[in-house]
């Protein structure tokens, strides 16, 4: 089976942009039977220093990316989708988190981002 990858923007206010998306995914689900997974690159655009807790503001960044997240995909009707998946990262250009994309693709077996 077919996986697609479709990394969205939390916080992009585009709604033109997101439905013509949203509608690209049903198409390809109609066509192919993908299994679609929306992701969100999580930018640690911080300092931290190593430690075992999380840092709260990622913690609370990722809940409120995760929550406005699942609303867009409500408002767009696509039961067929997997579940979100956010991935925190470091990379600190859009070069660095289309690798950490294109790494997770790679590790997941997805066949389209």
């Avoid at 949203?22 to 931290?48: D, M, S």
């Avoid at 997240?69 to 289309?98: D, M, R, T, V």
């Amino acid at each position: 089976m077919k996986k697609i990858i479709w990394a969205l923007d939390a916080f992009e206010d585009n709604e033109d942009i997101n439905l013509k998306l949203a509608e690209h995914c049903r198409f390809l689900y109609k066509k192919t039977g993908a299994l679609i997974e929306p992701v969100y690159l999580l930018r640690e655009n911080e300092v931290i220093i190593p430690t075992y807790e999380v840092p709260a503001w990622v913690t609370e960044h990722t809940q409120t990316a995760e929550e406005v997240l699942k609303q867009i995909i409500k408002n767009y009707n696509l039961p067929f989708l997997k579940p979100l998946k956010i991935i925190p990262h470091s990379a600190q250009s859009h070069a660095g988190s289309a690798d950490v994309l294109a790494n997770y693709a790679i590790k997941t077996g997805a066949d389209m981002i």
